[in-house]
């Protein structure tokens, strides 16, 4: 986290002070470090490396979506790991080559799996019965082969939060791994199918080693099933999930990448394939902030409220999970200033619009800027325009500069897209 600083009690992201951003750009918007993505890029490829790993590191767009975020990552040679034909093409636009893009997802349809074909992406990761006959009627059509692999769901426990944990029995995704073998055969006799790979992911945010360590078990198992049946598999994808410090005190602390690097080795290092790796939050959660004013202070009946121009809809993890991210103004308090208790809202009409509950904060009033920390994963990929508010902007940061990646729409671009109904005049 230390390329967000404070310099002569301002935070800065890198060489720029937020206070500058907030005054050009206007609030809330989203702020990320090309010095922390880059880091925590080296700091993963380089534990995989050094655990003596042969793989393909494919960045979970879900993540982060913006082109320029990809396009720092593609030009450090990521792969992406996409999930609709949407973030294929933002992929692409971006600059990752298709011979690292891999396409998961329950849900592909025709076209989306169309598209992937004629991209000639590397990997389609399979994840049911259904999926597999309609990916292998479009390749026959198109006279080509599908490289896939087929998603098994381990069935182990991730020990996260329930709304993402993924790889239950219980859960929609993947193949329970009791019924892979058969699948697996299915497929290796399909005209359009080449089988390549065998791909899980079980969740995020996991922050414990031992869910890994069981479901790369199940990995190996099935491999091993495999190749006893003449059955080649030249892959193993194992998803992402790695954990991050959201810094709420008693959260468990996750587990660092070497760490991680040397439980993959110790399950799958020595089977002859390459690996794939799709991580997103790791790489980009605590490469950004969501930077926001307080546009209100009110002194309520039992507690006061901070109610800053930030809502649910450009950061909906806290009203979707009841994630904790820290809050800290951009501005510290004068030497001596003791913290309050206070809740920090957005503007928006509902009661889970809630960032924090009763957090120590120095006195705050408006006009005053603060920022939510680790918000450079599922933030802006999961906003939206609730309560007429337009998709919230984005700014990457590079030492001393910062550049505006994606700007906030205008109310007429906001409603661009609708129009009267034809009956309407
Ligand atoms: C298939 C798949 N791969 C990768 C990821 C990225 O996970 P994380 O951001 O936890 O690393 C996800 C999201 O959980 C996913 O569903
Ligand atoms: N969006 C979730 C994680 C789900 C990841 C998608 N498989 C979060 O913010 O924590």
Request: include cysteine.
């Amino acid at each position: 986290m230390h390329h967000f600083t404070s310099r002569d009690g301002v935070l800065h992201c890198e060489d720029v002070s937020l206070e500058t951003i907030a005054a050009e750009v206007g609030t809330p918007v989203y702020v990320y470090s090309t010095a922390t993505l880059t880091r925590h890029w080296g700091v993963f490829t380089g534990a995989l490396k050094d655990a003596g790993l042969d793989a393909t590191v494919c960045f979970a767009t879900k993540a982060n979506g913006n082109v320029a975020v990809l396009r720092t990552l593609a030009d450090l040679g990521a792969g992406a790991d996409v999930v609709s034909g949407g973030e294929l093409f933002v992929a692409r636009h971006a600059g990752v080559p298709a011979d690292r893009i891999v396409f998961s997802g329950v849900g592909k349809t025709r076209d989306e799996l169309a598209y992937a074909l004629d991209e000639g992406i590397f990997q389609i990761n399979v994840e049911s019965k259904s999926e597999l006959e309609m990916l292998d009627a479009v390749a026959r059509e198109k006279g080509v082969k599908a490289p896939i692999a087929i998603r098994i769901n381990p069935d182990v426990e991730a020990g996260t939060h329930e709304k993402i944990t993924t790889g239950k029995f219980d859960n929609k995704f993947g193949i329970a791994w009791t019924q892979a073998h058969a699948l697996y055969r299915k497929a290796a006799g399909m005209d359009g199918i080449a089988v390549k790979a065998i791909a899980m992911h079980i969740g995020s945010q996991i922050a414990d080693l031992s869910p890994f360590d069981a479901a790369f078990g199940r990995m190996r198992d099935l491999l091993a099933i495999l190749r006893r049946d003449g059955i080649e598999i030249e892959r193993l994808d194992i998803g992402g999930g790695l954990g991050v410090p959201y810094d709420r005190e008693g959260d468990p602390t996750p587990m660092p990448p070497a760490d991680y690097a040397r439980v993959i080795a110790r399950n799958l290092g020595d089977l002859g394939c390459r690996l794939v790796l799709e991580p997103g939050r790791l790489i980009t959660a605590n490469a950004g902030v969501l930077l926001s004013r307080v546009v209100h202070r009110k002194e309520g009946a039992t507690r006061s409220f901070l109610i800053c121009d930030a809502g649910m809809n450009d950061l909906a993890r806290p009203a979707m999970y009841d994630a904790f991210h820290a809050i800290e103004p951009v501005r510290a308090p004068a030497p001596g200033v003791e913290n309050e208790h206070v809740d920090v809202v957005g503007p928006i009409c509902e009661s889970s619009d809630v960032f924090g509950k009763q957090r120590a904060l120095p006195p705050m009033q408006a006009g005053d800027l603060l920022v939510f920390r680790t918000a450079g994963a599922y933030g802006a990929t999961m906003s939206n325009m609730y309560n007429g508010r337009p998709l919230v902007p984005e700014v990457l940061v590079k030492d001393g500069e910062y550049a505006v990646v994606r700007r906030r729409p205008t109310w007429q671009e906001m409603i661009a897209l609708e129009s009267p109904a034809p009956w309407q005049g």
